[in-house]
């Protein structure tokens, strides 16, 4: 049964930096592209950062790019968002998911930025809350 974790969220001041992980069982990350979304509340799921599954190439949001870093170790079957300069807009609940459809898995899109609706096995998610 496929199964991702996210860790590592909490709560921090504007300008401080939090490292998410996503780390899965029962399914192999290295074939996949993994991406990170985020769900604010009262608002939908977006997109924030993908990576392919041979690192060759990544995907930020204009909102993060910059302060966001996407990373993967294959071999702890493992996926990494370095978020530095935290703002409270970026106050949500992250999670992140394999592609499983829509083109081929271990790209993040055939073209543009991530489609929400290609990715899924989805996990609980981590809260990431940035507030003075």
């Known amino acids: 049964q496929v199964q991702l974790v996210e860790s590592g969220g909490g709560l921090v001041q504007p300008g401080e930096s939090l490292r998410l992980s996503c780390a899965a069982s029962?399914?192999?990350?290295?074939?996949?592209?993994i991406g990170w979304f985020r769900q604010a509340p009262g608002k939908e799921r977006e997109g924030v950062s993908c990576i392919s599954s041979s690192e060759s190439s990544t995907y930020y949001s204009d909102s993060v790019k910059g302060r966001f870093t996407i990373s993967r170790d294959n071999a702890k079957n493992t996926v990494y968002l370095q978020m530095n300069r935290l703002k409270p807009e970026d106050t949500a609940v992250y999670y992140c998911a394999p592609r499983r459809r829509g083109g081929p898995l271990y790209y993040c899109s055939d073209y543009g930025p991530p489609r929400l609706s290609d990715f899924g096995s989805w996990g609980q998610g981590t809260q990431v809350t940035v507030s003075s």
């Open positions: 029962g399914f192999t990350l290295k074939y996949y592209a």
